[in-house]
C-alpha cells in the first residue's frame, strides 16, 4: 500500500505541492482507519471534518474548515471551500463547486443532490457588496439542484440567501442574492431570480422564466414559459407574457395539491368579483367590498388570497401584475 501511495505521488507530483501530498497522506491513512473512503488522488484537508460514511472521488478538493456529515459522496472534480457545512447524506455530482474563500458560510442540510457543475455558495453579482464582508447562504433539506444551477450568498452581513426543503432546481436555473425560497418549489429550466426575489411554497415556473429583483412570488402561483415577471404574483394566481400578466387562478396546480373543488369555486367566484367585474371600481375598493361578502370571505383561502394581493401593495413592494378585465381563470 505505502509504496502504491509513493508510486502514485510521484506520478502526481508535477500537479500538486509537497502540502497537497502531505494531504494525500492524510486522505489514505484516514480511509483506513474508519469506514470513509477518500480516492489518493482527492486533496482533503487535515482540519476538514468528514462524518462516517463519507466517499470522496478522485480529484475532489475539501477545504480546511469544511465538515462533510455522515454518508456524504462527492463524485470525481467536485470541490468544497471555505466554511461550508453539508448535513447527511448530500451528493455533489461531477464538477460541482460549494462554498467559497469568503467570510461568513455556507450550510446546507442534509440529502440535497448538487448537480453536474453546478456552482453553490460563491460570491455574488451584486457591485454593492464589498470586499471583506461576511455573506452567507442556508439550504435546508431534500432539494435536488441540478445541472449547471448557480446560487449565489447574501450581498451584506445583515441578510441571508435562503432556500428551504423539498425544491427542486431544474438545470442552469440562477438563484442571486438575498433571494429567500420556501418549500416544495420547482424551477423549470434556466429560471432566473434576481436578487432579494422572495418565493413562497409550491410554486411552480415554466422554461426561461425571469423575476425581477425585490418581486415577491405567492404560494401555488405559476410563471409561464418565457415570462419576465416585474411585479409581484399573488398566491393561487397564474401568470404569463413577455411582460406577465395575471390570467387568472393555477387552478391544475391547486387541484394537484389537494384544493377542493369547493375551495377552487369560491377562489374563481373571489377572482372574478375582484379582477373581472363590469364596474368601474377601483382594485381597492373590489378588495374592501369582497372583504365584507361573509359567503366568500369566510373561506380561508379566499382570505389569504385577498391579503396576498393587498400585501402586494405595501410599502417597499412593487404591486402585483397588470391583469386585464376580460380575462378568464
Known amino acids: ?57 478522485p480529484f475532489c478538493t475539501v477545504g480546511s474548515s469544511v465538515k462533510l456529515g455522515n454518508d456524504c459522496k462527492l463524485y470525481p472534480s467536485s470541490h468544497i471551500f ?13 464538477g460541482a463547486v460549494v462554498g467559497d474563500e469568503l467570510p461568513g458560510y455556507t450550510v446546507i442540510g442534509g440529502n440535497n443532490i448538487i448537480g453536474h457543475h453546478a456552482v453553490v455558495g460563491v460570491k455574488c453579482q451584486d457591485l454593492k457588496y464589498k470586499d471583506g464582508d461576511e455573506c452567507f447562504l442556508c439550504i435546508g433539506n431534500n432539494n435536488e439542484i441540478r ?32 433571494c429567500k425560497i420556501g418549500d416544495r418549489n420547482i424551477f423549470a429550466n434556466n429560471t432566473l431570480l434576481a436578487g432579494h426575489v422572495i418565493v413562497e411554497d409550491y410554486t411552480h415556473t415554466a422554461g426561461a422564466s425571469v423575476v425581477h429583483q425585490f418581486c415577491h412570488i405567492g ?5 409561464g414559459g418565457g415570462s419576465v415577471v416585474s411585479q409581484d404574483v399573488p398566491k393561487f394566481m397564474m401568470v404569463t407574457g413577455e411582460r406577465a400578466e395575471l390570467r ?15 375551495e377552487m369555486k369560491s377562489l374563481r367566484a373571489a377572482y372574478r368579483k375582484i379582477f373581472m367585474s363590469t364596474e368601474t371600481s ?9 372583504e365584507h361578502n361573509q359567503e366568500l370571505y369566510s373561506v380561508p383561502a379566499v382570505g389569504a388570497m385577498l391579503q396576498s394581493i393587498r400585501d402586494s401593495f405595501a410599502e417597499g413592494r412593487r404591486g402585483i401584475c397588470k391583469f386585464r378585465q376580460w380575462l378568464d381563470s
Open 282 to 290: 377601483r382594485l381597492e375598493e373590489r378588495l374592501t367590498k369582497m
Open 82 to 94: 471555505g466554511n461550508t457545512q453539508l448535513g447527511d447524506s448530500c451528493v455533489l455530482m461531477t
Open 1 to 57: 500500500m505505502i509504496s502504491l501511495l509513493k508510486a502514485r505521488e510521484r506520478l502526481l507530483s508535477p500537479l500538486f505541492t509537497s502540502s497537497t501530498r502531505r494531504s494525500l497522506s492524510y486522505s489514505c491513512e484516514h480511509a483506513r482507519d474508519s469506514d470513509v473512503f477518500i480516492h489518493p488522488s482527492a486533496v482533503v484537508h487535515p482540519s476538514a471534518v468528514i462524518g462516517k460514511g463519507v466517499s470522496v472521488g
Open 248 to 262: 387568472g387562478l393555477n387552478l391544475e396546480g391547486l387541484r394537484r395539491n389537494g384544493f377542493t373543488m369547493s
Open 147 to 178: 445541472e449547471f444551477c448557480s446560487i449565489h450568498r447574501s450581498s451584506k452581513a445583515s441578510d441571508k440567501t435562503v432556500i428551504g426543503d423539498n425544491n427542486l432546481i431544474m438545470g442552469s436555473c440562477h438563484i442571486a442574492h438575498d
Open 219 to 223: 404560494s401555488f402561483a405559476f410563471i
